[in-house]
């Protein structure tokens, strides 16, 4: 039988006992320094994308399934925008995953965007229909206020491989406790943790569209095709207003937006460590933050 588990989300756990990590966190000064060395080099965002092939299928998808998040996160665009929110049809999902079997992809889906993925009830079926069909890993990003022990089984059954937890409130939520108070040792394997509170290197501006210090601005991932609720194709998952809008596939094949001359040259410039577009230089905080209103 395996051992139940009563505690906090591990890896807040772990971080209060390693002693580099808590020497980090009383150090929080020394965040840009430590970010500049190890994660703004250009040079090495340069480098380690120096053997992609931008011009191959993209390497991972993720699907907004629904707009709708019951949170209002200061780091999160979504906090900010009073637009009716979107579900994604069951005809736009159908649409993706015969375009993704014709093209045999095999990599990583993921069940994220600026919705909260729990939310949709539909979420079991559109993992299993992944797995029958594609075989991909799948990934569920959620703010796991939702994340019921029973919930979790049920999309374990049904194939998700990795949930990860994205809440960055002071303390772990009581859902969360009460989550992981259920989760057995051998089930931690689904899980990674991510906290992180304002001022950490976690946040980004999202591409101009929240008023937040940018820490890591090499956050982009050319070969991560983005799908929101309404069929729409962002330039990246910080293009919250989709400033760049690439196409849509509800009116074009998946394959034909990803091929298009200018999507392609975009991929290219930023594999480079080029930033071109408005966006870019607002998200790599190359421009003065635009006031949105917000
Ligand atoms: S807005 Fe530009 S720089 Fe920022 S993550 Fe997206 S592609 Fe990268």
Known sequence: MDQKLNIIPPSVKAGEKNWLKRWIKNNKSLYPLFYRLLRCNRDV??????????????????????????RKCPFCPVAYDNSQKVIMSDEIF???????????????????????????KRLEEFVKRIKKELGSSVEIVTNGDFLTYERFKQLISAGADTFRLSQHDKEPSEQIKEFFSNVQKNELKYIIFQTATEGSITFTNRGGSVKMKTLHPFYCAPMHLIIRADGSVPLCCNDYYEEVKLGNVTKQRIIDIWNKPFYREIRNEIKRGIFNLEICKKCLDLKPFEDRNI
């Open 45 to 70: 965002f340069i480098l380690r994308n120096f053997w992609i092939n931008t011009d191959t299928l993209f390497s991972s998808v993720e699907i907004e399934t629904c707009s709708i998040c019951n």
């Open 94 to 120: 159908n649409k993706i995953i015969t375009e993704l079997k014709e093209l045999n992809f095999k990599g990583e889906i993921a069940f994220a965007g600026y919705g909260e993925p729990l939310l949709d």
